[in-house]
T-cell receptor, first 114, second 112 residues
Framework: GAVVSQHPSRVICKSGTSVKIECRSL??????MFWYRQFPKQSLMLMAT?????????EQGVEKDKFLINHASLTLSTLTVTSAHPEDSSFYIC??????????FGPGTRLTVL | QKEVEQNSGPLSVPEGAIASLNCTYS??????FFWYRQYSGKSPELIMF????GDKEDGRFTAQLNKASQYVSLLIRDSQPSDSATYLC????????????FGKGTLLTVNP
């Protein structure tokens, strides 16, 4: 099956710093990538949808200036959490779609902001 | 508001029993339906998807879709302790650029 990687798997940072998370499709070209956030004991909440070479589409309530998404190629999307604060601590998960029905999920990145 | 609702949990079944997980959705434009399993601290993994009315079987898992009732379910036969996880129902709406809307999930515990 298709494989999606995320890096880093876990990050701890101080409040006010920026954190970049990479999402890569390893064996297929991802026409669309999605970024989700999941708080403890809650479901996945879609943050944004990104297509290669175009601006990301953010869901209502998600600050696009705080969560910067870049989809530079068909195999790489990055999420940068700018000026992170403790309330941004969460499990961030990306997924990629190859124009089929299925989304392939990355293993997730656990962000802890002190 | 496009909503996906799952039966409230947690659900507990003995090993070997059938576990039944239910999901309803509000948008009649929903096109395809997915069941994901998520272990604690891990990302979701796809169990199966369905897009036609009726049943779809894959090993111990059967997905059932009834578009008229806006209802999709997942049956797990011969439940195993390793099936203990949170099960997420997700719906893709036609024309939504493959976006998925997730339910809140149902925590299943299979007791040995």
């Amino acid at each position: 099956g298709a494989v999606v990687s995320q890096h880093p798997s876990r990050v701890i940072c101080k409040s006010g710093t920026s954190v970049k998370i990479e999402c890569r499709s390893l064996d297929f070209q991802a026409t669309t990538m999605f970024w989700y956030r999941q708080f403890p004991k809650q479901s996945l909440m879609l943050m944004a949808t990104s297509n290669e070479g175009s601006k990301a589409t953010y869901e209502q309530g998600v600050e696009k200036d705080k969560f910067l998404i870049n989809h530079a190629s068909l195999t790489l999307s990055t999420l940068t959490v700018t000026s992170a604060h403790p309330e941004d601590s969460s499990f961030y998960i990306c997924s990629a779609n190859d124009s089929g029905y299925e989304q392939f999920f990355g293993p997730g990145t656990r962000l802890t902001v002190l | 508001q496009k909503e996906v609702e799952q039966n409230s949990g947690p659900l507990s079944v003995p090993e070997g029993a059938i576990a039944s997980l239910n999901c309803t959705y509000s948008d009649r434009g929903s096109q395809s339906f997915f069941w994901y399993r998520q272990y604690s601290g891990k990302s979701p993994e796809l169990i199966m998807f369905i897009y036609s009315n009726g049943d779809k079987e894959d090993g111990r898992f059967t997905a059932q879709l009834n578009k008229a009732s806006q209802y999709v379910s997942l049956l797990i036969r011969d439940s195993q302790p390793s099936d203990s996880a949170t099960y997420l129902c997700a719906v893709n709406i036609r024309g939504s650029n493959y976006k998925l809307t997730f339910g809140k999930g149902t925590l299943l515990t299979v007791n040995p």
